[in-house]
């Protein structure tokens, strides 16, 4: 049988910032379960550690958005990241299947205080962009690439689990990928850091026709859309039915958000006009407190 791939002893003293007796003390009163592995050392799982954190009251640091925090410390956190997730490893655990690995990755930077914007931008995306440069070359097949995307998607569930839930209080939004485009992760991305702010979204996923996504956006009324494009087929068509979508949200004053490599190319952008793009998913966080603070 398989070891379990929970947290060590020491691992989670340096989590809570307590000390190793204290971890035991807390596993042999039942507040905290372990489990054990083959050779009888204790194993936490990330779910039941972040439980007994936040049940405890042992204050998570918690930074909303890259704003609060100094630029020293954000390049100290970058380089501190780039340690941690040395995109060589990180990327073999997605490759390799590694779902209860890289979901302790994301559950560890979260308890470490990182903002889940910070986590999809410096850590899922490189990840991805490293399998996607590796399958280019022919370096990994595209069987390895397909369980990389589910690997990554459900250990992103699974963190999205242990999130503190949020108060939904902020409206509606909608979120797809453009038709055409069979790009999933960067819909659930935005679906998750809107949520995280507070807004409950409806994701459609991805290729969505623009003319469906009209008729959505007039039955539900969402606050805004945020429409994503890793690719396009058909430009001239895509653009066409853009115009045409854009006319109608204009009608019903519904602002889009775009985002997606797609939209790095200044060019696509004036044909896609929109009120915002987002370079990153710490954008879109960004983009949902400004449209709620006014
Ligand atoms: C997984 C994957 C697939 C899977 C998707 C499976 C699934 N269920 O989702 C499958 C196998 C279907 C696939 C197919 C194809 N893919 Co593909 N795929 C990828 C891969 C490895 C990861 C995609 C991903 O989810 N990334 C995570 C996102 C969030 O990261 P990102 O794309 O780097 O985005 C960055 C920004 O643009 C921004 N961002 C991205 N999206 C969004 C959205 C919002 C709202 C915001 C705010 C920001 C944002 O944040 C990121 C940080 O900079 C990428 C490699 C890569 N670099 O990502 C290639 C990649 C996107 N694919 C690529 C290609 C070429 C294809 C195919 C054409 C291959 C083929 N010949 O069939 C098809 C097209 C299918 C289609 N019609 O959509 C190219 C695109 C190149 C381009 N645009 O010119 C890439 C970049 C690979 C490469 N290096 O060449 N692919």
Known sequence: ?????????????????????????????????????????????????????????????????????????????????????????????????????AANAFITAHLEGRPLTEIIDRIVCPAMQTVGELWYQGEISITQEHLATRTVISAIYKLRNALPVPEMKNGLAVCCAMEGDLHELPTLLAQIAIENEGVEVINFGASTPLYCLADEAARHSPNFICVSAAIINDLERLSRDFQDFREKTAKLEIPILLGGRVFEDEHLRRRFKSEFYARSFTDVAEFVRNLYKN
Do not use: P, Y
Request: glycine letters at 8%; one cysteine or more.
């Open 1 to 101: 049988m398989a070891d379990i791939k929970g947290f060590t002893t020491i691992e989670v003293a340096r989590l809570c910032r307590v000390s190793d007796a204290t971890v035991k003390r807390w596993e042999e009163a039942g507040l905290l379960k372990s489990e054990r592995t083959s050779g009888g050392h204790r194993r936490f799982r990330a779910e039941e550690v972040v439980r007994f954190q936040r049940e405890q009251g042992l204050g998570l640091k918690q930074n909303h958005g890259d704003e609060s925090v100094t630029k020293t410390t954000n390049r100290a956190r970058d380089k501190k990241i780039r340690s941690d997730f040395s995109v060589s490893s990180f990327f073999q655990t997605l490759v390799d299947g590694g779902e209860e690995s």
